[in-house]
């Protein structure tokens, strides 16, 4: 039996390291179109803590119940609920902000999203992939649509548009 050449097994290595060396310009270029249609729309949102607000609410339930009983967990929990809610609302962050700050695993499936859209479009950097969908109006408004899915589904973010 033959050995396989040395050609064949660097083949066999090549295409992943070429696909992840080529992918990651490509996701950065995505990232950045983001930024830029979200920035010129003035996107906000806010990323809902729901593990600080159930924190702060079964602290005041637990610390109601020690004082009270039964009763103090009820107005601990209300009272906590309420606090818990105020506490995570409201706070609204520029959305370019909160997608460069996005840890490696949320990046590639918003690069997976939005490219999705993006089909076929072919590319040279981030300069020209802005000039394409921002020149297209039904192009932007999908790229808008799947970052406002993403950020809504994923992240768990309310929008909020301009000031």
């Not at 083949?11 to 249609?37: H, T, W």
């Not at 009763?71 to 959305?95: E, H, K, Y």
């Amino acid at each position: 039996m033959p050995t396989p050449s040395i050609d064949n097994q660097i083949g066999s290595v090549l295409p992943p390291l070429c696909f992840s060396a080529r992918m990651a310009p490509r996701m950065d270029d995505v990232i950045r179109l983001c930024c830029e249609i979200s920035a010129h729309d003035q996107i906000k949102v806010a990323v809902k803590s729901s593990v600080k607000g159930a924190a702060v609410a079964g602290g005041t339930a637990f610390v109601g119940g020690l004082l009270g009983g039964p009763a103090g967990i009820a107005v601990g929990g209300a009272v906590g609920g309420l606090l818990g809610s105020w506490l995570t609302s409201g706070q609204f962050r520029p959305l370019p902000q909160i997608l460069m700050e996005l840890p490696p695993n949320q990046r590639e499936q918003l690069y997976r999203d939005i490219n999705g859209v993006l089909g076929s479009l072919d590319w040279m950097d981030a300069a020209q992939l802005i000039a394409l969908v921002t020149g297209n109006a039904t192009l932007q408004q999908q790229v808008t649509a799947a970052l406002l899915n993403y950020v809504s589904k994923e992240l768990r973010a309310e929008v909020r548009y301009g000031d």
